[in-house]
């Protein structure tokens, strides 16, 4: 179990996660959104009691029911991002924003070329050096693929983006958290969290994208950078090669 001020991670024998989370958090493809605005690290410890019931969860001396949850898409609109990809990698390239880590540049534009390439050789030779590649629950490099993978359901027909999410999860899923993990793996499978979606909407309607970026941007000390970086990398490796 992690506890934050606003989530609590659980984390069963298999690695999986459920993210339960503060409206202010949001969606997420493995969060569970409560409407209650809880202080979890005021209630919970590592060694709380967890039970799992019918329609609720019972987390220390807090309940939190599912009874009446309605699920949420955790899908963006793949096809029409697809469908303005050379639009949206000419406007992101425009854009002057640095969001480079030093820490993963000596590998992150060789996998960037490989997405591009669809080198799946390639891919697979560089994944392991990024995954798990920094500190914390989601390490730069996990968060630095989590963008690139989001750009490749953009580049790339549906199938041959699935075809290399899955050989970059499949590495780099036991090389790192099981947080981090969860996150690669969703992203594999062409989900991404709800601030996304609004950066993807915004891409795809032609409006201001500073303030969904701006969200994505505070997302922790450094993960919103970093999957920022590996978003932009393979957009604009694209338009290198598409002008």
């Given at each position: 179990?992690?506890?934050?001020?606003?989530?609590?991670?659980?984390?069963?024998?298999?690695?999986?996660?459920l993210?339960?989370?503060?409206?202010?958090i949001?969606?997420?493809?493995f969060?569970?959104?409560?409407?209650d605005?809880?202080?979890?690290t005021?209630?919970?410890?590592?060694?709380?009691?967890?039970?799992?019931q019918?329609?609720?969860?019972?987390?220390g001396d807090?309940?939190?029911?599912?009874?009446?949850?309605?699920?949420?898409?955790?899908q963006?609109?793949?096809?029409s991002?697809?469908s303005?990809?050379?639009?949206?990698?000419?406007?992101?390239?425009?854009?002057?924003?640095?969001?480079?880590?030093?820490s993963?540049h000596?590998?992150?534009?060789?996998?960037?070329?490989?997405?591009i390439?669809?080198?799946?050789?390639?891919?697979?030779?560089?994944?392991?050096?990024?995954?798990?590649?920094?500190?914390?629950?989601?390490p730069?490099?996990?968060?630095?693929?989590?963008?690139?993978?989001?750009?490749?359901?953009?580049?790339?027909?549906a199938?041959?983006?699935?075809?290399?999410?899955?050989?970059?999860?499949?590495?780099?899923?036991?090389?790192?958290?099981?947080?981090s993990?969860?996150?690669?793996?969703?992203?594999?499978?062409?989900?991404?969290?709800?601030?996304?979606?609004?950066f993807?909407?915004?891409?795809?309607?032609?409006?201001?994208i500073?303030?969904?970026?701006?969200?994505?941007l505070?997302?922790?000390?450094?993960?919103?950078?970093?999957?920022?970086?590996?978003?932009?990398?393979?957009?604009?490796?694209?338009?290198?090669?598409?002008?």
């Open positions: 179990m992690h506890i934050f001020d606003d989530v609590c991670n659980l984390i069963n024998e298999k690695r999986e996660i993210s339960i989370v503060t409206a202010e949001g969606n997420a493809p969060n569970l959104v409560i409407e605005d809880v202080l979890f005021k209630h919970l410890v590592a060694e709380s009691k967890v039970e799992i019918d329609k609720q969860i019972l987390l807090l309940i939190v029911s599912f009874a009446y949850a309605q699920a949420w898409n955790p963006p609109d793949w096809e991002l697809r303005k990809k050379d639009e949206i990698s000419e406007r992101l390239s425009l854009l002057q924003i640095d969001t480079e880590n030093e993963i000596q590998f992150s534009n060789s996998l960037t070329h490989a997405i390439e669809a080198d799946v050789t390639a891919i697979k030779s560089i994944t392991p050096k990024l995954a798990g590649l920094g500190i914390g629950l989601t730069a490099g996990d968060d630095f693929l989590m963008g690139a993978m989001h750009a490749t359901y953009i580049i790339h027909p199938e041959v983006a699935k075809n290399i999410s899955k050989e970059i999860a499949d590495i780099a899923i036991p090389l790192t958290t099981s947080l993990g969860a996150w690669i793996k969703s992203a594999s499978e062409g989900e991404a969290g709800e601030l996304w979606h609004e993807f909407e915004a891409l795809i309607n032609d409006e201001n500073f303030l969904p970026m701006s969200k994505i505070s997302v922790g000390e450094t993960s919103g950078s970093d999957a920022l970086s590996g978003f932009f990398g393979v957009m604009n490796e694209y338009e290198v090669r598409r002008a």
